[in-house]
Nanobody, 118 residues
């Protein structure tokens, strides 16, 4: 199973970006999917996640600005990021819990850089 993330880039404060992450390979189903980020010198932190039932939760710092969604048929998760701030600058990683018929396995995308200029 491979996760391919895309959509990062450089944007001015107040701008928007949309991240995508698509899973491919031998997949029976995908349960919880999410986005994490890691800024230089900081630990990786949860940004947002969504369960297979559509329940979402967000880091307090992004509530009201970011929206996570998924397309189950395409094995894809999205992160719409609006009103971006310089403190959102980080490498963003997608994460999926994948059922390959042998139990749930963690998979991570390669990371996509998001840079917000002031």
């Amino acid at each position: 199973v491979q996760l391919q993330a895309s959509g990062g880039g450089l944007v001015q404060a107040g701008g928007s970006l949309r991240l995508s992450c698509a899973a491919s390979g031998n997949i029976v189903s995908i349960t919880t999917v999410g986005w994490y980020r890691q800024a230089p010198g900081k630990q990786r932190e949860l940004v947002a996640r969504i369960t297979s039932g559509g329940v979402t939760n967000y880091a307090d710092s992004v509530k009201g600005r970011f929206t996570i969604s998924r397309d189950t048929a395409k094995n894809t998760v999205y992160l719409q990021m609006n009103s971006l701030k310089p403190e959102d600058t980080a490498v963003y990683y997608c994460h999926m819990l994948v059922n390959r018929g042998l139990g749930l396995i963690d998979y991570w995308g390669q990371g996509t850089q998001v840079t917000v200029s002031s």
